[in-house]
């Protein structure tokens, strides 16, 4: 049997975040990945909509669960020429400044003009 997924867990109401879990999925690493859209009733296991809808979640293949900037490293983890900029986003001065970049867009996620891109790729 193949490895398990890494789950995505977004804001299927949010354009920007749509267009991120469309494009993990339809991109050279997608078959790693499973999107779940929140308001949809996809949730990880003990979490509530409130957390998921506050902040993106990634459950990777052995049940460990990401939260806000560090679910967007984990995914850029999995792309080898994303892998050393996820490496240093987890050093303690970029986490912080990744959380507070994190922070500000997730707030106004839905303020944000975002196109997705052209038809395909879809479920």
């Not at 890494?6 to 339809?26: E, K, R």
Request: proline share 5%.
């Amino acid at each position: 049997m193949e490895d398990k997924k890494i789950s995505i867990y977004y804001d299927g109401s949010c354009p920007m975040c749509t267009v991120f879990a469309d494009t993990t999925a339809s991109s050279s690493q997608g078959e790693k990945f499973e999107r779940n859209d929140v308001t949809k009733g996809a949730l990880p296991e003990g979490a509530t909509f409130e957390q998921v809808w506050d902040k993106m979640y990634v459950v990777d293949s052995n049940g460990v669960q990401y939260k806000g900037a560090d679910a967007v490293l984990r995914i850029m983890q999995e792309y080898p020429l994303w892998r050393p900029l996820a490496f240093l986003g987890r050093l303690p001065i970029f986490n912080s400044i990744a959380h507070g970049i994190y922070y500000v867009v997730s707030k106004n996620r839905h303020r944000i003009p975002w196109k997705k891109r052209g038809a395909g790729g879809g479920t």
